[in-house]
């Protein structure tokens, strides 16, 4: 098995198990986006949680942002799209596979 097909594994489960709690919560709260902060911020263990995806997403977008050209990754915007939709579980791994998949495209046409 090729590293992008973990990747797309990945990315399947960087869905699958964020929303599979976040699902319910909007269908408990609907998008009560003050308690979601209040709930993620609620003790020092969720908030260790929730400042380490913060901390990761913004380093995602950095990377993106200045690795996108160097390394000739197709739909760039793609991993951002994801992070803002899901999150980090689901950014990098797409930007993982991206990136294998444009380095596998100039390895092929320069070889």
Same mark, same amino acid.
């Given at each position: ?28 709260? #609907?998008?009560? !986006? ?5 709930? *993620? ?8 949680? $929730? =400042? ?29 799209? #994801?992070?803002? !939709? ?5 950014? *990098? ?8 998949? $444009? =380095? ?8």
């Amino acid at each position: 098995m090729k590293i992008r097909h973990w990747y797309i594994a990945f990315c399947v489960l960087g869905i699958v198990l964020p929303y599979s709690q976040f699902i319910p919560f909007l269908q408990q709260h #609907g998008l009560d !986006l003050r308690l979601f902060v209040q709930l *993620l911020f609620a003790n020092r263990i969720a908030a260790f949680f $929730g =400042l380490d995806v913060i901390v990761s997403s913004i380093v995602l977008w950095v990377v993106v942002l200045v690795d996108r050209r160097r390394s000739r990754v197709p739909h760039a915007w793609a991993p951002l799209l #994801g992070n803002l !939709l899901v999150g980090v579980s689901l950014g *990098l791994p797409l930007w993982l596979y991206l990136r294998e998949v $444009g =380095l596998t495209q100039m390895r092929e046409s320069h070889g």
